[in-house]
């Protein structure tokens, strides 16, 4: 079956780095994603990943996947304030699956909490 | 460009009505999917709806239905509402058929009274 895990809650201080990490059971997944929810807010797409690659790394952000160990992890440099929020990891089929078309399996979220 | 939007963002019903949200994608999106989020279950996949074809359906009940117009607007329904459908509905919008890249709108907040 699906099931994406995630840790509750991390807390870090300003100016430090922040890792969230997230283990998926379902080794067909071609796609990994990290969005952000800020409170009130819709999901913001964050970054993802390919189920070929072992790490993706955008400006602040850097993705690191163990395929191996179904494990990624969404590491966030000098992390500021306003990075508060809730953090997802999700995953999907879509390409390995047409059937499974644009499905989206999330985990249950990590809050963020950034001290100044 | 403009992201997905999602009316009404806020709606207040009472158990037994029903209900009618809606979901303009991103200009050129064809596929649309309604996800439910709510503290108990966290984001749960609805249904996928692509070229006005519902093309998976997640494990919910038959009051909640969903269709696609032909300008890729999406509506979700849900009939007989039940005090647990209180939830923050939403919608995702992305290109293709097996698209990488699904973009969020902000969400319609439904509380049942």
């Known amino acids: 079956g699906e099931d994406v895990e995630q840790s509750l809650f991390l807390s870090v201080r300003e100016g430090d780095s922040s890792v969230i990490n997230c283990t998926y059971t379902?080794?067909?997944?071609?796609?990994l994603y990290w969005y952000k929810q800020e409170p009130g807010a819709g999901l913001q797409l964050l970054t993802y990943?390919?189920?070929?690659?072992d790490m993706k790394q955008d400006q602040r952000l850097t993705v690191l996947l163990n395929k191996k160990d179904k494990h990624l992890s969404l590491r966030i440099a000098d992390t500021q304030t306003g990075d508060s929020a809730i953090y997802f990891c999700a995953e999907s089929k879509g390409l390995m699956n047409n059937n499974a078309g644009n499905m989206l399996t999330f985990g249950g979220g990590t809050r963020l909490m950034v001290k100044p | 460009k403009a992201g997905v939007t999602q009316t009404p963002r806020y709606l207040i019903k009472t158990r037994g009505q029903q209900v009618t949200l809606s979901c303009s994608p991103i200009?050129?999106?064809?596929?649309v999917s309604w996800y439910q989020q709510t503290p108990g279950q966290g984001l749960q996949f609805l249904f996928e709806y692509f070229s006005e074809t519902q093309r998976n359906k997640g494990n919910f009940p038959g009051r909640f239905s969903g269709r696609q117009f032909s300008n890729s607007r999406s509506e979700m329904n849900v009939s007989t509402l039940e005090l647990g459908d209180s939830a923050l509905y939403l919608c995702?919008?992305?290109?293709?058929?097996?698209?990488?890249?699904?973009?969020f709108g902000p969400g319609t907040r439904l509380t049942v009274t």
């Open positions: 990943i390919f189920s070929n690659m």
């Open positions: 200009s050129g999106h064809r596929s």
């Open positions: 995702a919008s992305s290109l293709g058929q097996s698209s990488y890249e699904q973009y």
């Open positions: 379902d080794s067909s997944s071609t796609y």
